[in-house]
């Protein structure tokens, strides 16, 4: 009785993930309230969300709720801070002068935009919720992509709570070693991505 | 009162980001009031858009969380020291990226015998990839940067984890200090 009850609810869910999916990507395209989003991608994820939480709910409901519980603490906790951050970024969005922005994260940067978006990301909050919102808006500024692809791999590498859980899971030793390695790797995939744009004429 | 209180009594690097955005508008509403307004007016309207995505972007990454146990993780990695630092780049990168979440699975696995190579590229990859923030990725940056934030990232990953892990291999460090 429980597999066919699992059995139905994963069937249910994945013919409404892929139903729903299909409807806001092709037929409803464009015609979804703005306040759920302007990409059909995420349309398609809150379909996938809602659908994933009926599954377990029906299933595992204890995983469900300790999700859900987790997620609501989690909001509760970070609210401030997004909020912040996207009014950072709105602020950013007409304070940044575009000419100073162009020169060192602009396209005429060339493989510097890199390094200075590198250096610039590894300051920035280790959240995605607060630093992308940011990152965007120095995008919008007249940033380029590499350069902004460089401050997405530098993204909260430095940032004061993860070196915080550096010193207390490890070490002063590791925080350094974890810092080469990671602002190393940051570097060449802002390389590669430089090349590869570069490559392709974007 | 008590929601205020409980957000000034956390870490001081996150409140920067509170003080900074009241900097800003206090700082632009003395200078240039015209500045302040429209502002406020480009943050609202991306909050209007972005609100019910990020609350949902953030129940699909608590889900992700609870799925992601350590038995489930612990299952994937092999014995060969070459294949333990693939498997630890590919666990780094899928393990809940918020460090406070991440270091004291990292550090389980360290206690349970992962070598040290492998234990620091999965500190690279749970730094740098970070695959669980593809549903902030994508509702902030879209699918396109997104997926290539992450392929970039990963390769990178590898490439410098497999440097670190012949490094390691010749100069015989395999326990973390």
Same mark, same amino acid.
């Given at each position: 009785?429980? %597999? ?38 995420? /349309?398609?994820?809150? #379909? ?21 519980? !987790? ?5 509760? @906790? ?12 709105? @602020? ?8 100073? %922005? ?54 909260? =590498? ?7 859980? !550096? ?25 590669? @991505?430089?090349? +590869? ?6 | ?12 690097? /996150? $409140? ?11 700082? =632009? ?5 015209? #500045? ?33 146990? /350590? ?7 092999? =014995?060969?020291?070459?294949?333990? *630092? ?27 015998? *992962? ?5 620091? =590229?999965?500190? #690279? +990859? ?23 934030? %992450?392929?970039? @990232?990963? $390769? ?22």
């Amino acid at each position: 009785m429980r %597999i066919n009850r699992r059995i139905f609810a994963g069937f249910s869910c994945v013919l409404a993930v892929v139903v729903g999916s299909w409807a806001v990507l092709g037929p409803l395209r464009g015609k979804i309230p703005t306040y759920l989003g302007d990409n059909p991608i995420v /349309h398609a994820m809150i #379909i996938l969300t809602i659908s994933l939480y009926l599954y377990f709910y029906i299933t595992k409901p204890e995983l469900a709720k300790r999700s859900a519980r !987790d997620s609501i603490k989690n909001l509760r @906790a970070l609210a401030a801070y997004i909020l912040a951050a996207l009014f950072i970024a709105g @602020a950013f969005i007409n304070i940044l002068p575009s000419k100073t %922005i162009a020169a060192f994260l602009g396209d005429q940067a060339g493989i510097i935009a890199v390094l200075v978006g590198v250096a610039i990301g590894c300051i920035l909050p280790a959240c995605p919720f607060i630093a992308y919102p940011i990152i965007m808006s120095v995008y919008a500024a007249g940033a380029s992509l590499p350069g902004i692809m460089g401050m997405l791999f530098g993204s909260g =590498t430095a940032f004061a709570c993860v070196l915080s859980c !550096d010193l207390t899971y490890f070490n002063s030793k590791m925080m350094g070693l974890r810092l080469l390695l990671t602002i190393s790797t940051a570097l060449v995939a802002g390389l590669l @991505a430089y090349l +590869t744009l570069t490559i392709l004429g974007w | 009162m008590g929601y205020w209180k409980k957000i000034m009594e956390v870490s001081w690097s /996150h $409140l920067i980001v509170l003080v900074v955005a009241i900097g800003i508008y206090l700082g =632009t509403l003395v200078v240039n009031p015209e #500045i302040a307004k429209s502002s406020t007016i480009t943050s609202l309207k991306e909050i209007q858009r972005l609100a019910i995505p990020i609350v949902v972007a953030m129940f699909l990454g608590g889900l992700v969380k609870n799925l992601m146990t /350590h038995e489930f993780v612990s299952k994937l990695f092999g =014995t060969s020291e070459a294949r333990e *630092v693939l498997t630890a780049g590919v666990v780094g990168s899928i393990i809940p990226p918020c460090p406070y979440t991440a270091y004291p699975i990292i550090r389980s696995f360290k206690d349970a015998g *992962v070598r040290f190579p492998a234990m620091m =590229t999965m500190l #690279i +990859t749970s730094t740098v990839v970070e695959v669980p923030q593809i549903f902030a990725g994508i509702v902030i940056l879209g699918i396109a940067i997104e997926g290539a934030r %992450i392929l970039f @990232a990963f $390769l990178s990953s590898f490439i410098v984890g497999y440097l670190f892990f012949v490094y390691a291999r010749r100069r015989e460090i395999y326990i973390c200090a």
